[in-house]
């Protein structure tokens, strides 16, 4: 069963930058993709990017340029770094092992609120 404890979220000001981090257990993390995903309020969960098991990153679009994905095989953790940060990058932001399987079992996620 995975486990997933996501932490790094906070409020920042438009064009800020923040740093979230994945920490996973329950898996061999290092033979595993690892995705990102977010909520915003009212919306469907979307993927945000995700990291293959060779360390290969893939981002949706609207995301390219401004995320970034990286894993941590010793530490079996997973990174999002996120610059230039919009007001419709607000949400909540969740790891999970990619692709998700028919359950996943989300974490508590972090909450990512841009805003002036």
């Known amino acids: 069963q995975v486990q997933v404890v996501e932490s790094g979220g906070g409020l920042v000001p438009p064009g800020g930058s923040l740093r979230l981090s994945c920490a996973v257990s329950?898996?061999?993390?290092?033979?595993?993709?690892m995705s990102w995903w977010r909520q915003a309020p009212g919306k469907q969960r979307e993927l945000v990017a995700y990291i293959t098991s060779a360390g290969s990153p893939n981002y949706a679009d609207s995301m390219k340029g401004r995320f970034t994905i990286s894993r941590d095989n010793a530490k079996d953790t997973v990174y999002l770094q996120m610059n230039s940060l919009l007001p419709e990058d607000t949400g909540v932001y969740y790891c999970?092992?990619?692709?998700?399987?028919?359950?996943?079992?989300w974490g508590q996620g972090t909450q990512v609120t841009v805003s002036s």
């Open positions: 329950g898996i061999l993390f290092r033979f595993n993709s």
């Open positions: 999970y092992r990619y692709p998700l399987g028919s359950s996943p079992s």
